[in-house]
């Protein structure tokens, strides 16, 4: 099988945007930089798959005002994502399927949740309709993304991340290529979106 065999979009698909909200942009209540440069690929990346019939999943941080990961209750975080908020609603040019799956996170004041599968029945949803893969990308590559990508791998999913559409906090240089560097670990491919767009 050639590499962009293995990059062929098939049955069994599915896509995931991690986070894409308006608080992760620049100029955000916890802006990732060039955070803004994950949508253009992650809007090729729909389009793609809505040209297929294949699931298209966005998850959203979704925290109540008293979350634990923010710096008033001692957490490490601006408040961001407040549910209800315009800083929780999807980046302005993010263009969603009418049917996207949406799954919110975080949402329990008590319990931080960086993984779209934690807290939720995203592991649930996609094995009843057959999901085997997911392709990935969004924000912020080492923390909601490098935590999905985890928990996709260890719930048996494969998971090919597109390295051009996801962007890193870094609260310390270098956190994004460690990030990296344990998805691989983790059995994750990363791939460019263009190979990927390239391959079908
Ligand atoms: C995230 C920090 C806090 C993320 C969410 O989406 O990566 N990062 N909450
Ligand atoms: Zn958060």
């Known amino acids: 099988m050639s590499l962009s065999d293995e990059l062929r979009l098939q049955d069994g698909d599915a896509l995931v945007l991690v986070d894409v909200q308006q608080d992760f942009l620049p100029g955000g209540h916890l802006g990732v930089p060039d955070g803004d440069?994950?949508?253009?690929?992650?809007?090729?990346?729909?389009?793609?798959?809505?040209?297929?019939d294949l699931p298209v999943v966005a998850t959203r941080d979704w925290h109540p005002l008293n979350h634990c990961s923010?710096?008033?209750q001692g957490g490490p975080w601006p408040q961001h994502c407040v549910q209800h908020t315009q800083g929780a609603?999807?980046?302005p040019q993010l263009q969603l399927p009418d049917d996207v799956i949406v799954i919110s996170k975080g949402d329990t004041a008590t319990q931080e949740a960086y993984s779209g599968f934690q807290g939720t029945n995203l592991a649930d949803r996609l094995h009843?309709?057959?999901?085997?893969?997911l392709v990935i990308g969004g924000l912020a590559t080492d923390y909601c993304v490098l935590q999905t990508v985890l928990d996709a791998r260890a719930?048996?999913?494969e998971a090919l991340v597109l390295k051009d559409a996801i962007r890193?906090?870094?609260?310390?240089?270098?956190d994004d290529e460690k990030a990296l560097e344990r998805m691989r670990g983790?059995?994750?491919r990363l791939t460019r979106s263009q190979d990927l767009f390239d391959a079908n």
């Open 37 to 52: 440069q994950v949508i253009a690929p992650l809007n090729s990346a729909v389009r793609l798959f809505q040209s297929r």
């Open 70 to 72: 923010f710096e008033p």
């Open 89 to 91: 609603d999807w980046a």
């Open 128 to 133: 009843h309709r057959q999901v085997r893969r």
């Open 155 to 157: 719930q048996g999913f």
């Open 168 to 174: 890193a906090v870094n609260v310390s240089p270098g």
């Open 186 to 188: 983790a059995g994750a």
